[in-house]
């Protein structure tokens, strides 16, 4: 067996090889009859036990103290999707070729790295603030206002920071969970954060974007159908009855990850 | 015959072992690098030894749903609002092929990962593709299962075969030289009785059958599962919770820089220094597992009105808390579900029947006769796979002969996406 895990390891390299050897289940006894190395056997087991009951119920003590009222709102939120935002991106993804999707996503894109930009210099994030100033530059003026998001492309990838993040830096918990509608998960730091990153950009008006919406709605249909379009998620995905509950521990989970990094 | 088949992909698949080839298939030749059988069912395959496989946007595919409106459109709870309809996918290509079932594990859905990596490889290889979700996922329950109590293999197969039937009658003008067949884990067991009802129906003759990593005795399946929960933690004193893993990915992501899910995640984070103990990786499996076991008490208990979570008669609707209810649900783990579920609803048709008798009637026993006499079907599966127990490969042996292939790793499922495997898969389907 040694000579074995030595010569996977010659043949895949070094760093696999640290995993093969600090790995606690390698000591595969075969079984004479049969080969069957029992995986189960490297393991303590404690009759009466149960970690997953423990685990999973904690996982669902989210302070939701609003719970009915989200839960109305989060099956709004299901049903429109369903019924207009996804019909509304089908349509979209018909009618329009993929690099001017692709262009249009690019280009909302960008507009979102000046929020992030703001937000990294209020973490003091130095380093990541200049990588952020380097793909608004790189994209805005190589790229013609972003649309072809070279910056990806040079090694410089997205990083999304939001106020939220920035009130959650800074301590500022997360209280109660919250559903808004069409937007959908938050809680109110983060929908306080939401808030200030929109007046940020509003007040910015950076290429005149801000200002354009107000008078062209169809800019922020655009942004809205975009949005979705760029959204992997959909209603019912997680399959399950708890559906509601699984979300609002994956949100908060997620968002504690976030300002963490 | 498959051994060699295996043995030419291994040849053909991977340059970096052909220095070391043998005739059987031991742990150094077959090259898999993770030998740790809860790792490997976490993580799979570490992204640079997986095959190439159709890219999303190449293929021709579209969401689908089922309306079986004879299984309870009038008694269906109204939570259960979006279920009363059965979702699949269809991936076609543009002229006569092949086509392949794919039939989803314990509590997965047509569309979860695993699905949808075997579509990519069998679309690639140039096959028309349909993908299932298990008897035991929440929207088949609710949508496509008479009886709403997953469990009973060759009920579930029947309610299989009419979705089956039904998709292929929905979409008639699809061009089809063959059918084909394959599963994973539950799935794979889910296939072998499908091929069965197939041999006395016809509506497919199915060609080939794959069962890939099929368990063989449920009750030891699910009694290794639900000891995944009984592992011993070492927590420091701390209650068992899911933000260990959390936080755990918070230092790794710190480190890193920045936050990057990507295929390789699991295995990255395994060779740092952040790195899950087996048995905490063990509880997961357990827990993932678990978790499926808790919708299938909740889902199955309401709709059947038993009382066992969800009292007789309360009214539930959109805004009904359900926490309550799933901590109910949650403590059933599934030797309570098959005790206080299954079987009472089996011993109406079989008085005073034992679980031990149930077991025997719904795992590949029930079946060795025609598997031992039916060349179509193959098996796939590891000698450190999760869900087996001692006899188990025995059993395998002697019911398949040559048409089994035991992998020396990859716990469970965890090497399916390894492209000997592949190769070896599409090489059987070829065949």
């Known amino acids: ?261 | 015959m498959l051994r060699l088949l295996s043995l030419a992909a291994l040849l053909a698949g991977l340059p970096l072992t052909l220095s070391v080839q043998a005739a059987s298939i031991d742990a150094a030749s077959y090259g898999y690098p993770i030998t740790n059988a809860f790792e490997a069912t976490i993580g799979g395959t570490p992204p640079e030894l997986r095959p190439a496989v159709a890219n999303d946007e190449d293929i021709d595919q579209a969401d689908y749903r089922l309306n079986l409106e004879a299984v309870r459109a009038e008694t269906m709870p109204d939570i259960f609002w979006n279920g009363e309809t059965l979702p699949y996918r269809l991936a076609q290509q543009d002229g006569p092929a092949p086509l392949i079932f794919i039939i989803a594990g314990t509590g997965a859905q047509y569309s979860s990962g695993k699905p949808e990596f075997l579509k990519k490889l069998f679309y690639a290889a140039g096959y028309h593709v349909v993908q299932l979700s298990s008897p035991t996922s929440y929207d088949f329950i609710t949508a496509a299962s008479r009886r709403a109590t997953p469990g009973i293999s060759s009920d579930d197969a029947q309610d299989l075969y009419r979705v089956m039937e039904a998709i292929k009658a929905e979409h008639s003008e699809l061009q089809v030289t063959s059918y084909n067949l394959t599963g994973y884990s539950l799935g794979a067991l889910n296939a072998a009785f499908v091929s069965q009802i197939d041999d006395s129906k016809h509506s497919f003759n199915f060609k080939r059958v794959l069962m890939l990593n099929p368990p063989v005795d449920l009750l030891t399946s699910v009694g290794n599962l639900d000891r995944l929960s009984r592992v011993e933690l070492d927590l420091n004193g701390k209650p068992p919770s899911f933000d260990m893993l959390f936080e755990r990915l918070a230092h790794y992501f710190k480190e890193k820089g920045r936050i990057e899910v990507d295929e390789a995640l699991i295995f990255d984070l395994q060779n740092s220094k952040e790195r899950l103990s087996t048995p905490a990786m063990a509880s997961l499996v357990g827990s993932a597992f678990r978790f499926s076991v808790a919708d299938i008490v909740y889902t199955s208990d309401l709709i059947n009105k038993r009382g066992l979570i969800t009292p007789v008669g309360m009214e539930i609707d959109y805004s009904t808390e359900l926490v309550p209810f799933f901590k109910k649900a949650a403590a059933c783990n599934f030797r309570c579900y098959a005790e206080q579920h299954l079987l009472p609803l089996w011993q109406q048709h079989n008085i005073g029947g034992t679980l031990a008798q149930l077991d025997k009637q719904v795992s590949l026993y029930a079946l060795e006769n025609y598997l031992k006499t039916s060349p179509k079907i193959s098996v796939m599966t590891n000698a450190d796979d999760l869900i087996l127990g001692p006899g188990d490969l025995s059993f395998l042996r002697r019911t398949f002969g040559e048409r089994l292939t035991i992998y020396p790793l990859g716990g469970h499922c965890g090497n399916l996406d390894y492209r000997v495997n592949t190769d070896a898969m599409l090489e059987f389907f070829r065949g």
Do not use: C
Not at chain 1, 158 to 173: C, S
Not at chain 1, 179 to 205: C, F, H, I, K, M
Not at chain 1, 211 to 237: C, V
């Open chain 1, 1 to 261: 067996m040694a000579k074995h895990l030595f010569l996977t390891a010659l043949l895949l390299g070094s760093s696999l090889a640290n995993a093969a050897q600090s790995s606690p289940a390698t000591n595969n006894q075969t079984d004479a009859d049969e080969g069957f190395t029992a995986p189960l056997q490297s393991l303590t087991f404690i009759p009466g036990l149960d970690n997953f009951v423990a685990a999973s119920n904690s996982a669902m003590d989210v302070y939701d103290p609003l719970e009915t009222w989200n839960r109305g709102v989060y099956q709004f939120n299901y049903r429109l999707d369903q019924w207009v935002m996804l019909p509304a991106v089908r349509g979209y993804t018909y009618v329009t070729p993929k690099f001017a999707r692709t262009g249009v996503s690019n280009f909302f894109s960008n507009l979102g790295d000046l929020p992030s930009l703001g937000n990294s210099l209020l973490q003091l994030k130095g380093e990541r603030a200049m990588r952020t100033t380097a793909r608004l530059l790189f994209n805005t003026i190589l790229g013609v206002a972003g649309i072809w998001d070279p910056a990806t492309a040079m090694g410089l990838p997205k990083e999304r920071e939001d106020f939220g993040q920035t009130l959650g830096y800074y301590g500022v918990p997360a209280g109660a969970y919250l559903v808004l509608p069409v937007y959908g998960p938050s809680n109110l730091r983060d929908t306080s954060g939401l808030v200030v990153d929109t007046l940020g950009e509003q007040s910015a008006n950076f290429l005149n974007v801000a200002e354009e919406s107000k008078r062209h709605f169809e800019i922020s249909l655009l942004r809205a159908i975009d949005t979705r379009y760029t959204t992997p998620y959909r209603y019912g995905q997680l399959n399950t009855p708890f559906e509601y509950s699984r979300v609002r521990y994956l949100y908060t989970e997620v968002r504690k990850l976030q300002i963490a990094e």
